[in-house]
């Protein structure tokens, strides 16, 4: 590189802001998930996750960013039979869903996860002919959605994700 630094396109910059976004809601909710299913999900003799799941993770082009090329196991399916190995990128079914016994036991404290989750699904809502960020492909992406995308991010920020003093 000849000791030249490199620089990203304005696109690549934006985003690249919209992963450190999303994985930062993604530490957050899943911080709230363990709490609910700690004791519950670690006793299960059927875990919820399911290996079709992660095709979702495969096939969007803006969670294959989060996830990363080389971050790929089993064939492309981060399934082990024991859960998910996603730490980042997994998809929002993934985070939405819970079992009945979870519904029965903990449901009020999946109240507010699920609506940090309906809002944080918000943001990328109709990023392109009213299709997700999560589902489009990197022919949708341009600098006035990605601007776009990332001001609906920010308000959610100032809602969940409050700064730390």
């Not at 919209?18 to 363990?34: D, Q, S």
């Not at 989750?117 to 997700?132: G, H, M, P, Q, T």
């Amino acid at each position: 590189m000849n000791g030249m630094k490199t620089t990203s396109s304005p696109m690549e910059s934006l985003l690249e802001e919209l992963v450190r976004f999303h994985k930062e809601a993604e530490e957050i909710i899943a911080r709230r998930i363990a709490e609910i299913c700690r004791e519950t999900c670690s006793a299960c003799q059927t875990p919820c996750c399911n290996e079709h799941m992660c095709s979702e993770a495969d096939d969007s082009y803006f969670l294959t960013r989060i996830i990363g090329a080389d971050s790929r196991k089993n064939s492309g399916k981060w399934f082990d039979g024991n859960g998910c190995m996603l730490q980042y990128g997994r998809p929002m079914l993934c985070r939405d869903y819970f079992c009945d016994e979870l519904l029965v036991l903990a449901a009020e404290k999946i109240v507010p996860v699920r609506q940090f989750i309906k809002d944080w699904k918000l943001v990328y809502k109709n990023f392109a002919s009213n299709r997700s960020l999560l589902v489009v492909g990197p022919d949708a992406m341009n600098t006035a959605r990605l601007e776009k995308t990332l001001v609906k991010s920010e308000k959610f920020r100032q809602k969940w994700m409050p700064p730390t003093s």
